[in-house]
Nanobody, 123 residues
Framework: QVQLVESGGGLVQPGGSLRLSCTCSARTFSSYTMAWFRQAPGKEREFVAAINWTPSNTNYADSVKGRFTISRDNAKKTVYLQMNSLKPEDTAVYYC????????????????WGQGTQVTVSS
């Protein structure tokens, strides 16, 4: 049973930064495409960023380009989301997702999901 565990959420002021982490239990982590999604109250879950097994191959939602950076450390079986210049509209529960198929992961059909971590941007 593959588990994804997110951490790093919290309350931050507008303009601030947070780094989310997602640690995977699978030995095959380095072969997975990993992604971050988010869901705000009353809204549908939306794609934020993805990274495949080639760490230089990343993809971002337009709303976070230039502010968020996704990265991975295969030795630690962890994917990160560095979030800078945070805005109130970034407030959401952030979910980590992963799997073998890049197309499935980035469209929200990944094999594995974490439990989510709350990010609140407010003054």
């Amino acid at each position: 049973q593959v588990q994804l565990v997110e951490s790093g959420g919290g309350l931050v002021q507008p303009g601030g930064s947070l780094r989310l982490s997602c640690t995977c239990s699978a030995r095959t982590f380095s072969s997975y495409t990993m992604a971050w999604f988010r869901q705000a109250p009353g809204k549908e879950r939306e794609f934020v960023a993805a990274i495949n097994w080639t760490p230089s191959n990343t993809n971002y939602a337009d709303s976070v380009k230039g502010r968020f950076t996704i990265s991975r450390d295969n030795a630690k079986k962890t994917v990160y989301l560095q979030m800078n210049s945070l805005k109130p509209e970034d407030t959401a529960v952030y979910y980590c997702a992963g799997g073998w198929s890049t197309s499935a992961v980035v469209t929200g059909k990944g094999d594995y999901w974490g439990q989510g971590t709350q990010v609140t941007v407010s003054s």
